[in-house]
């Protein structure tokens, strides 16, 4: 693996590779709407709109991998979901396709299964239950690597980030917590191991709290270093001063389920 490009280079996860993936690759590459407002001279940085296929096609031109970051990463209006999720990753993953790109590392996240209760715990094989249009984008792109690595021979990861930072920071963070050096060793599983195909890893360090049987990326070599209950003291303090939220505790993904939440008010049990 040689050439990489990563594209949301400016957003916070990309702005982290940025220091995590220096040297690690011979050429990467870094896109965004705009550039990063430290981009330093010799950085290869090359600005697109993930919604504009011309725009994409140039970004991946000559790369052997991509580690996809970019698009909108919150809840949004269906339009702004659409051209920068799905239309977005569709372009993303075509361009590749053309331009013979190798392999392919799609930021997909835990909102794609949010949808189920703390109390379950769920593999990869659990049905996606997405807890908002953010989600159902991330369940598209995880569909369309299905598509591109069976039907065009990409070698395909999907992780499904719990939440990326420094530490946890609630109670719910104690269970999807992802350090960032953990990130960058399932990136590179993803570019790197002889073996992938097509595969679905959740973004999760070493969580006691854990929801996820993350299996799938242990097989692969996977060790996180990061222990969330390192930090559980600091976490639970901070939950204490967050309003309770009926909806958003009883469920994995949060808030993202008790937004605009007008469903059964009978929680699921399953
Ligand atoms: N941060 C997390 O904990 C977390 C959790 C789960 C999933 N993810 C996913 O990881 C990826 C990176 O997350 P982040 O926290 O760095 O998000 P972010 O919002 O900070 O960065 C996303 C970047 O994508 C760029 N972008 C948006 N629309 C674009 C378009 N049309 N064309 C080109 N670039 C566009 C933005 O300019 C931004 O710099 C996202 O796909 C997000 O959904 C992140």
Same mark, same amino acid.
């Given at each position: 693996m040689k050439n990489v490009l990563v594209t949301g280079a400016s957003g916070k996860i990309?702005? =982290?590779?940025?220091?995590?993936?220096?040297? $690690?690759?011979?050429?990467?590459? #870094?896109?965004?709407?705009?550039p990063p407002a430290d981009l330093a001279a010799g950085e290869d940085f090359v600005r697109a709109d993930l919604a504009d296929v011309r725009h994409v096609e140039a970004a991946v031109d000559g790369m052997d991998g991509i580690v996809h970051l970019g698009g909108f990463s919150v809840e949004g209006p269906w339009d702004t979901i659409l051209n920068a999720n799905i $239309?977005? =990753?569709? *372009?993303?993953?075509?361009?590749?396709?053309?331009?013979? $790109?190798?392999?392919?590392?799609f930021a997909s996240s835990n909102h794609a299964v949010g949808f189920y209760p703390r109390r379950r715990r769920i593999g990869i094989d659990a049905p996606v239950r997405p807890d908002s249009r953010y989600g159902v984008s991330k369940a598209f792109g995880e569909a369309l690597g299905a598509l591109y690595a069976f039907k065009h021979g990409l070698a395909v990861t999907c992780i499904r980030i719990g939440n990326l930072n420094d530490a946890p920071l609630d109670e719910r963070r104690l269970s999807i917590w992802l350090k960032p050096e953990d990130l960058v060793q399932l990136i590179r599983i993803g570019l790197e191991h002889p073996d992938i195909?097509?595969? $679905?890893?959740?973004?999760?360090?070493? *969580?006691?709290?854990? #929801? #996820?049987? *993350?299996?799938?990326?242990?097989r692969f070599g996977y060790r996180p270093q990061g222990r969330s209950e390192d930090h559980r003291d600091a976490a639970l303090a901070a939950q204490a001063k967050l309003p309770p939220d009926r909806i958003g505790? #009883?469920?994995?993904?949060?808030?993202? =389920?008790s937004d605009e939440y007008d469903g059964d008010p009978d929680l699921s049990p399953i």
């Open positions: 990309g702005m =982290c590779l940025r220091a995590l993936l220096k040297g $690690v690759y011979p050429h990467l590459r #870094w896109s965004d709407l705009k $239309v977005g =990753c569709y *372009n993303l993953f075509e361009a590749a396709r053309r331009k013979g $790109v190798k392999r392919i590392v195909r097509y595969e $679905v890893f959740f973004g999760a360090s070493d *969580n006691a709290r854990g #929801w #996820w049987d *993350n299996e799938a990326a242990f505790d #009883w469920y994995q993904g949060g808030t993202f =389920c």
